[in-house]
């Protein structure tokens, strides 16, 4: 590990006797973007924390572009925040804002004009610094965070979540915009999110965490198509997951003849609802919900094995609350499991 970037090595962190991470290792080359993917509570904001100086871990180490790092304070790691909350300064201008570390570094004038207005038009707000933070749009504060994060030059920059407080429109542009900034100013990116388009579409790696562990790491499109273990594939969209009892497909609440040869090496089988065909198949259920999403139609089937969930095209025959269904959950469609 000592040829990389960044580099946590068994790195173990706790709040007073609760162990939130445990032994705790992966690496990022320099330049590279990697994801901490995984639902609240998983350990991935706590592993940021660890790495930006914020907290001291209980075991292992942290290094930095060779050095190590693990008790150095928090302004002497080359390390760049963006937090969630955007914490702009309220009574100071863009400019103000975005000069704040470089002042406190003790940077000239000249200088300070020269990095914050280019800092300023690498986020697309040349024409803002006069501008308080509350006469900006929300994806405008973002801006101004990521642009007094850059400022300052860091060997490495982590992201808490920065575009969980924008809407949908907002959020795709912010995407467009971190992603073409990492790639023209080459910097090393750490980006936690439980937002799974969010990994998929900027890391070059994406690490799953489940309960501060790392329960899968890998190329986006290896996590999003071949999930090693039931919580990856739930939390990828194979929504319709059911271990293997017996050659049957078990769920919480019983068991469903697959109709196939089940795979000697599966564990578990797991769907994406665009893969359940409904209205035809060895399978009979109940239709408990519809939900007309726009292009698709959405519905929850109860099932002797638990809740089965189908998206069909919009144009497809309808099938009403109430009705029972029948459907299919074919081998073509299944992520092969062997990991429960």
Not at 136 to 153: H, K, P
Not at 224 to 247: K, Q
Request: glycine letters at 12%; aromatic letters at 6%.
């Amino acid at each position: 590990m000592s040829d990389d970037f960044l580099a946590l090595d068994r790195l173990t962190l706790a709040y007073g006797g609760s162990v939130a991470v445990e032994d705790l290792s992966f690496a990022l080359a320099k330049g590279e973007l990697v994801a901490l993917l995984g639902p609240s509570g998983c350990g991935k904001t706590t592993t940021m924390r660890a790495i930006a100086g914020l907290m001291t871990p209980r075991g292992g180490t942290i290094r930095l572009g060779g050095r190590d790092i693990t008790r150095v304070p928090a302004n002497r790691r080359g390390v760049g925040l963006v937090f969630q909350s955007y914490a702009l300064f309220p009574h100071l201008t863009v400019f103000e804002n975005v000069a704040f570390g470089l002042r406190l570094r003790g940077a000239g004038r000249a200088e300070v004009e020269r990095r914050v207005t280019a800092a300023l038009a690498n986020v697309g707000l040349a024409g803002f610094a006069t501008r308080l933070p509350r006469a900006l749009s929300g994806g405008q504060q973002q801006r101004v965070a990521l642009a007094r994060s850059i400022v300052v030059e860091p060997e490495l920059l982590l992201l808490d979540e920065p575009l969980s407080n924008l809407d949908a429109r907002l959020r795709l542009e912010m995407r467009s915009e971190l992603s073409r900034l990492q790639r023209e100013l080459g910097i090393t990116m750490v980006y936690v999110t439980h937002d799974q388009a969010e990994a998929l579409a900027l890391a070059d790696r994406v690490i799953v965490m489940r309960a501060g562990r790392i329960e899968q790491m890998g190329p986006p499109d290896a996590i999003y198509e071949a999930p090693t273990s039931a919580f990856v594939a739930r939390f990828m969209g194979f929504e319709n997951t059911f271990s293997i009892s017996d050659g049957h497909l078990a769920g919480p609440s019983g068991a469903l003849a697959p109709g196939f040869a089940v795979p000697p090496v599966a564990r578990a089988l797991g769907w994406r609802p665009q893969a359940v065909v409904i209205g035809q198949g060895p399978h009979e259920g109940r239709v408990a919900g519809v939900s007309y999403l726009g292009q698709t139609v959405e519905y929850l089937i109860d099932t002797p094995a638990g809740p089965v969930k189908a998206e069909m095209p919009a144009g497809a025959p309808r099938h009403p609350a109430g009705q029972p269904v029948r459907f299919d959950l074919p081998l073509s469609g299944a992520c092969v499991l062997e990991r429960e």
